[in-house]
Every structure is written in structure tokens, then in C-alpha cells.
T-cell receptor, first 112, second 111 residues
Framework: NAGVTQTPKFQVLKTGQSMTLQCAQD?????MYWYRQDPGMGLRLIYYSASEGTTDKGEVPNGYNVSRLNKREFSLRLESAAPSQTSVYFCATTGQINSPLHFGNGTRLTVT | EDKVVQSPLSLVVHEGDTVTLNCSYE??????LLWYKQEKKAPTFLFMLTSSGIEKKSGRLSSILDKKELSSILNITATQTGDSAIYLC???????????FGAGTTVTVRA
């Protein structure tokens, strides 16, 4: 039972390049989230999907887009990467409101 | 906008010491407060608190919520080097599908 799987684990991009971070869960959870984590700033919500077919902006959505492909998969796209997007990105899921989040192991992204 | 403030930002203790971590919050229609521990990779869930004054315990870790003071504390007794981690506090509002996290407290336990 894999839980929440993120790919890739590491990525280096040049400014202006694009890429998609993938997240897949086998927990049959409805809600999925993308967070970024920067030193001294905790986890900040980028986008979330409360259920299949819906997506909403979080605290820091600028420069990102998301797709909830189906119940299992929620991808995060950077269309034109910037050095300010250098961060560790976490995908998380939960089965219902008031339940703990389950996190993937993160993607460490560096934009040069 | 929801706000979560953790203190201290970091601390260093020796094995056997007791540590107390603080979390204060401002959230519209509070539903729950959660504590997570983060070592190398993904945060792992420790506690969820919804009611004031009821302590939750797991081994040497315990936590309590004070809704009047809009705060929570996380205690770790008889610390071990394996307790070295970032401890994250998060809050959720009613009707809200998202958690707001604090910046975290980095705990370093020296042998």
C-alpha cells in the first residue's frame, strides 16, 4: 500500500522552463492538496481539490496551475519556472473534513 | 485569513529534558488543531484537538488545546535524540477543506 506517491523526487529547472509535478494516491481519499515548504515559513497551500472535478486556489497560487485528473491523481504545473519557485513541494490527501492530512515524501525543486 | 504562530522557532535541549512548544491561532469558525512531526521527509500526524482542556497523549508526547486563549501546547518529556525534528501546528476552520500551518518549531536534542 503506497499511500501518497509523488514524482519526481528531485528536479532542477532553468528559469522559464515548464514542468509538471505528479501526485497519485491509493487511499480512496476525496480531497487532495499541494503545499510548498520554504525555510522559516512552514507549509503554504498552493491549490487544493476538495473532490474530483473541483479545484480551488490556496494561499500562494500565482505561477501554478493544477489538474485533478481523476480521484487518484492531482498534478501541479509550473508553466514558466522562476527562482522564487525553488522549494520543496508536498502533495497531501484526506478522506474527509476534520481528518488528518496524509503527505507524500515531497519533490525538491531547484530553479536556476 | 487564518493565522498560526508557533514559538519558539527553534530550541536545543539535552536528552532527558522536557520541552514545551506553543501554538497560537486566529481562524474563522475554528474546527480543529493538529500537530505534525517532520523529520527528513513528509510530516507525520501526531494529534488532532477539537475540544478545550482535554489532553491527548501518546507515549512521551502530550498536547492540550485552550480555545479561550486560542492556543495549544505540545509537551515532550524525557526527550531522546529521535525527537529531533520540526514540529508543525495547523488549524482548520469549519466548512473549510484546508489547513493553515505555522512556521514550525525546530527541536534539536543533543546526546
Amino acid at each position: 500500500n503506497a499511500g501518497v506517491t509523488q514524482t519526481p523526487k528531485f528536479q532542477v529547472l532553468k528559469t522559464g522552463q515548464s514542468m509538471t509535478l505528479q501526485c497519485a494516491q491509493d487511499m480512496n481519499h476525496n480531497s487532495m492538496y499541494w503545499y510548498r515548504q520554504d525555510p522559516g515559513m512552514g507549509l503554504r497551500l498552493i491549490y487544493y481539490s476538495a473532490s474530483e472535478g473541483t479545484t480551488d486556489k490556496g494561499e500562494v497560487p500565482n505561477g501554478y496551475n493544477v489538474s485533478r485528473l481523476n480521484k487518484r491523481e492531482f498534478s501541479l504545473r509550473l508553466e514558466s519556472a522562476a527562482p522564487s519557485q525553488t522549494s520543496v513541494y508536498f502533495c497531501a490527501t484526506t478522506g474527509q473534513i476534520n481528518s488528518p492530512l496524509h503527505f507524500g515524501n515531497g519533490t525538491r525543486l531547484t530553479v536556476t | 485569513e487564518d493565522k498560526v504562530v508557533q514559538s519558539p522557532l527553534s530550541l536545543v535541549v539535552h536528552e532527558g529534558d522536557t520541552v514545551t512548544l506553543n501554538c497560537s491561532y486566529e481562524v474563522t469558525n475554528f474546527r480543529s488543531l493538529l500537530w505534525y512531526k517532520q523529520e527528513k521527509k513528509a510530516p507525520t500526524f501526531l494529534f488532532m484537538l477539537t475540544s478545550s482542556g482535554i489532553e491527548k497523549k501518546s507515549g512521551r508526547l502530550s498536547s492540550i488545546l485552550d480555545k479561550k486563549e486560542l492556543s495549544s501546547i505540545l509537551n515532550i518529556t524525557a526527550t531522546q535524540t529521535g525527537d529531533s525534528a520540526i514540529y508543525l501546528c495547523a488549524v482548520e476552520g469549519r466548512g473549510d477543506y484546508k489547513l493553515s500551518f505555522g512556521a514550525g518549531t525546530t527541536v534539536t536534542v543533543r546526546a
